[in-house]
């Protein structure tokens, strides 16, 4: 039985297709585990409402899940999409 992931993991530029502030969201949430927009906002340093839509656009990409069993909403990393987070923090941390 093969399972298509909502993203093809063998693609090596699934993340190549974010900006760096994206990235750098995604790799906030692999750090902190699951967030809300408010926790990620004073992060970024970003107002709230870009920091809605941005979490929204990454959430319809597939890149990460939301909680709406609490308000406000919470996020975290897809499964899918960890090992890749890891893996792109650690090619840049080689490439500085």
Do not use: C, W
């Not at 760096?20 to 902190?32: N, Q």
Request: glycine share 2%; net charge positive.
């Amino acid at each position: 039985v093969q399972i298509n992931a909502p993203i093809p993991l063998q693609q090596k530029d699934v993340l190549d297709q974010l900006t760096p502030t994206e990235f750098d969201v995604l790799a906030l949430i692999d750090e902190l585990g699951e967030v809300s927009v408010p926790e990620i906002r004073v992060k970024i340093e970003k107002t709230r409402e870009h920091t809605a839509r941005l979490l929204k656009k990454l959430f319809d990409k597939g890149f990460i899940d939301r909680n709406t069993n609490s308000m406000p909403y919470r996020y975290n990393l897809r499964k899918e999409i960890v090992e890749l987070v890891k893996n792109h923090k650690t090619r840049s941390e080689i490439n500085l």
